[in-house]
């Protein structure tokens, strides 16, 4: 267990070393700046300050290292519709973090849908195949991290998991341990950042602010009811209070509109740009290729739709161009005849 044997070391020098009140240094044991992970997330997540703000409070947090050594590090639910940076925001943390944005433990709630897969995260009961090794979707090193830098948990699309498997987390969530059924492994999660997405109330939502976007409402000026009381009404249809009670906080992530759209755009242009950089070449974008890809935009999408666009129009033209001009180096999106066309230029 290298987690704690690394702690225990750590503890060990710490009483070796121990200096007089006033006089100690306070170091974290943590070897990460929450103004460096913020960055990340900030280069990359847009329309979402206050999730941000949220994220940067955890991590403040979590540096300072005050938190209830019997709990996990923090628990949270992240709420909203599909493309609006949910799993993306778990995933920058882990970039910003470990150096791999897929340095976490990721389980895919949809996939546990039925009651008896509660035993792929647990692993299975005695006296079935499989008992006394243990297995479980919970990849140990993932989960616990090390001393230095926490393990980083996603629950992805809880509300689509049978009860039955949310209830077994009920443990986990409050003392930050799982106790597999076979008694012979423990998996420690007192180290670990644990989030959960979920759409739950996001369809309810979005139906909702239509209807009073429109028609006779919008003629009355009258407003919605309050969005964040429908989704809470959706958890407790999907979640049982005992759930629910040992999550730290739930946030909500907004839908992304077109006042977006230039910054969704410039996020995948630099995320094209730094794979083609591999190739060695670069493109820029004319403001009418600009519009046209941003033409299509369906805010039931969020940031999905800008990537499928990139995908369908751009990438193809841009792969032609690499291929036809092998030895240029610098590209231009324009657009002509209603097509997207790239070409090399000068620069």
Not at 49 to 55: F, H, S
Not at 296 to 323: H, Q, V
Request: charged share 25%; aromatic share 6%.
């Amino acid at each position: 267990m290298p987690f704690i044997n690394e702690r225990l070391d750590a503890t060990r020098s710490s009483v070796q070393n121990s200096q007089p009140p006033g006089e100690a240094v306070r170091v974290s044991r943590f070897r990460f700046e929450p103004e460096q992970v913020m960055q990340v997330l900030r280069d990359q997540i847009v329309g979402q300050d206050p999730i941000l703000a949220a994220m940067e409070a955890l991590l403040v947090r979590v540096k300072a290292d005050i938190g209830d050594e019997h709990r996990p590090l923090g628990v949270h639910l992240f709420l909203g519709p599909t493309g609006v940076g949910k799993t993306e925001t778990v995933r920058l943390l882990a970039e910003a973090i470990h150096g791999d944005r897929d340095s976490l433990c990721r389980i895919d709630m949809n996939t546990l849908a039925q009651e008896h897969y509660a035993a792929a995260l647990t692993g299975a009961p005695p006296g079935y195949v499989g008992s006394r090794e243990g297995h479980s979707l919970f990849d140990p090193d993932k989960v616990q991290g090390s001393y230095s830098k926490p393990g980083i948990v996603l629950f992805d699309e809880i509300e689509k998991a049978s009860p039955e498997v949310n209830r077994t987390l009920l443990n986990v969530l409050d003392t930050g341990r799982l106790v597999l059924p076979s008694g012979l492994k423990e998996i420690d999660f007192r180290n670990t950042l644990i989030f959960m997405t979920s759409n739950a109330g996001a369809a309810e939502a979005e139906a909702l602010q239509q209807r009073y976007g429109k028609g006779w409402r919008r003629c009355l000026g009258l407003s919605p009811p309050d969005v964040d009381a429908v989704r809470e009404q959706a958890l407790r249809k999907y979640f049982d209070p005992e759930f629910l009670n040992r999550i730290d906080q739930t946030l909500s992530f907004s839908s992304l509109s077109r006042a977006w759209l230039d910054d969704l755009l410039d996020k995948e242009l630099r995320a094209l740009n730094r794979r083609l950089l591999r190739k060695g070449a670069e493109l820029t974008i004319q403001q009418s290729a600009r519009a046209f890809l941003c033409a299509g935009f369906d805010p039931r999408y969020g940031a999905r739709e800008m990537l499928r666009a990139s995908r369908r129009y751009l990438e193809p033209a841009i792969a032609r161009a690499l291929l036809d001009h092998p030895h240029r180096n610098h590209f231009e999106a324009t657009l002509s005849e209603g097509a997207l066309v790239v070409s090399p230029c000068v620069r």
